[in-house]
């Protein structure tokens, strides 16, 4: 896929291949700047109006912000890219990283790629990375560009630039290299008087060339200037080279060149997957999915969705083992809930870096391990991640690696800026869950009495953890038949505890995917635990909380996402159906009975009610419903969901 070239480090530039795109005038070349300079990030429209207008916006400023956009879409479309590359993003607008490539952005990992080969020992390679770090500099930073938000960005592009020109200048001061210094340095004193560092790297070129007197006047006019202009004596570290110089300090002598040694960052190929799911059972066409995802041209990202129990990790490390040997590069593990700083810590120490080379920094950390992960063919398996803020400093840059990501919730930002491919699971197939009993168990045990494993499978709503679990205590217990733990399970009562193991509570389990709700949407998911029919739609989601059919559909879609709540298919009118599982209603209406009053789970369940009987009641007028059926649900409002008993007159009295 080509990649759209944006220039910042010189004239403000874009392009493809070596074909530039002109681009409009100044208000768009600004915005186009801005959103440069934070590739993957949301810029705001506020943002972007303050700096095409320096705090001084017109009425419109706003509407014009959004045509610049549009006109910059239309753009880069005219030259091949179909698709944004800007996004709209509240509360502005977002360059997609994965469509552009920017002169910034590699210049920042090649830097730290060489500051880490520098304090691995490898000075020829940290040359080689700095020196290219520097030749993608055209001239001052965003030229073209005015605007104070701009130039603040250009002066600090500028300050990293005679950064990383001083610390190449250092090693290859190290190198032996004070020769073909001296015309460089010398230019860059001449443009910058007065940095210091510059000022004592030619010094000490310039004596290590023979030319002890030039160095000494190199001090000299560095020292007048100083005083003239500011009345201060010239800083430490030039008077101490100033006075090693005088002496001949035998330390000043170049060092011998650095023989180029092996860096342990190129040494070290981690190979972190925790072991393959023992009796791994089923998701044959999931794994087939999976295989589909690897791609060899670009960077592809898969992303496993799904519940808690359903068996996202197992599923990861299934097929992650599987592949392994297809990555030389290396194979990285986490759990992302630690924190992407703790991660990227884990991450680099498993690729060789030594612990002082670790900066504190998330952005430097994160810069240091795409740069290792350049050139490497890696796969990366970032588990249970619950916000793509979480995973976005862990994914590499290299079009040769592979991320596999794992979360209960949907992440859009993943799957709208870096294209992942998406597998969202459900539970597993009947014949596979009984299987999967029979792994864990015992095949004679589930071959016994297949009648009540299916029964206990389904019990178990099919899921791969909960399934270990039953099967577990039939393992555990010799002398239990499958019955007898489907008799335990049967009560729902105890059906929670009975399925919960030492390790893995449901309810926690349960809990964790409930943390991110509204107070409406944890109202709505609670009281969808009073229901006991197989499918609801939006009207009794709003029925449930009193409120209108978008609001409810809102929140409806929101426990979706979440996987607390799972789509089944439309009705015949085109209206989306939804079944809450039942292990989770269980859990739902244990949440209501202890949040919600009584008064509040009656007056739930009476609009609910109501509104099924208006229903029939349409039905008997339009069909000739012989009306059988109503006086059945008058008599026994229970057959369609749990109420209690002393609430049925009051059912009866809302129809």
């Known amino acids: 896929m080509n990649r759209l070239n944006i220039g910042v480090l010189g004239m403000l530039q874009a392009g493809v291949a070596d074909t530039q795109i002109a681009i409009g005038g100044s208000r768009q070349r600004t915005i186009l700047a801005m959103l440069a300079l934070a590739p993957g990030q949301v810029v705001s429209v506020d943002a972007l109006v303050e700096a095409v207008w320096n705090g001084r916006p017109p009425a419109t400023g706003r509407t014009q912000v959004a045509i610049c956009v549009a006109a910059l879409r239309k753009t880069f479309k005219t030259a091949g890219f179909h698709d944004d590359v800007i996004i709209t993003s509240a509360p502005g607008y977002v360059l997609r990283a994965d469509s552009v490539r920017i002169d910034a952005m590699e210049f920042t990992e090649l830097t730290a790629k060489g500051e880490a080969a520098a304090e691995a020992g490898d000075l020829a390679e940290a040359a080689s990375c700095l020196d290219a770090a520097q030749k993608l500099w055209r001239g001052p930073a965003l030229t073209g560009v005015s605007g104070l938000s701009v130039e603040i960005e250009a002066a600090r592009l500028e300050e990293l630039r005679l950064t990383v020109h001083e610390k190449h200048a250092a090693i290859r001061l190290d190198l032996g290299q004070h020769n073909d210094l001296i015309g460089e340095l010398t230019s860059l004193v001449r443009e910058h008087p007065l940095r210091e560092q510059s000022r004592a790297q030619l010094m000490l070129a310039q004596y290590r060339a023979g030319r002890r007197a030039e160095s000494l006047a190199t001090f000299r006019d560095g020292q007048r200037l100083s005083i003239n202009e500011f009345g201060l004596e010239l800083g430490p570290s030039l008077r101490k080279m100033h006075d090693a110089i005088l002496r001949d300090d035998p330390g000043l002598t170049a060092a011998r060149p650095a023989r180029a040694a092996d860096s342990p960052l190129r040494q070290r190929v981690p190979a972190q997957l925790p072991a393959d799911v023992p009796g791994f059972t089923g998701r044959a066409d999931e794994i087939a999915a999976l295989d589909g995802m690897v791609g060899d041209a670009e960077l592809t990202i ?354």
């Open 302 to 655: 898969g992303l496993i969705t799904g519940g808690a129990g359903v068996g996202k990790t197992g599923l990861a490390l299934h097929w992650a083992n599987r592949v392994a040997d297809d990555f030389p590069g290396g194979q990285l593990f986490a759990d992302v809930s630690t924190g992407p700083k703790a991660v990227l810590g884990g991450f680099l120490r498993a690729l060789g870096v030594p612990d002082d080379l670790i900066r504190d920094d998330v952005e430097e950390r994160a810069a240091l391990y795409r740069s290792i992960l350049r050139d490497r063919r890696a796969l990366v398996v970032l588990d249970n991640a619950a916000s793509f803020g979480e995973i976005r400093p862990l994914l590499p840059g290299s079009a040769q690696c592979h991320v596999l990501v794992t979360s209960r919730g949907q992440l859009y930002d993943l799957l709208g800026k870096h294209g992942a491919h998406q597998l969202r699971l459900g539970a597993l197939a009947p014949t596979d869950a009984v299987s999967l009993l029979g792994v864990v168990a015992g095949n004679a045990r589930v071959t016994a009495d297949p009648g009540a494993a299916h029964q206990l499978a389904e019990l178990c709503d099919r899921l791969p953890l909960v399934l270990r679990t039953a099967g577990a205590r039939l393992a555990a217990k010799p002398h239990w038949s499958v019955r007898h733990l489907l008799d335990k399970v049967a009560d729902e009562a105890h059906r929670l505890d009975e399925l919960s193991g030492a390790e893995h509570d449901l309810r926690a389990g349960f809990a964790v995917s409930c943390q991110e709700l509204s107070e409406p949407e944890a109202a709505l998911f609670r009281r969808l635990g009073l229901l006991t029919v197989p499918e609801v739609s939006v009207w009794i989601g709003a029925a449930l909380l009193d409120t209108t059919a978008n609001r409810a559909e809102k929140h409806m879609e929101r426990l979706v996402d979440l996987q607390l709540l799972d789509v089944v298919g439309t009705d015949a009118a085109g209206a989306v159906r939804y079944r809450q599982p039942e292990l989770l209603r269980l859990y739902a209406r244990e949440l209501c009975e202890e949040h919600d009053s009584r008064q509040v789970r009656l007056g739930a369940c009476e609009r609910v009610f109501s509104g099924w009987l208006s229903m029939a009641v349409d039905g008997r007028r339009s069909t000739g419903f012989d009306g059988q059926r109503l006086e059945d649900l008058l008599h026994d409002p229970s057959t369609l969901f749990d109420v209690p008993a002393d609430a049925i007159p009051s059912l009866r009295a809302a129809y």
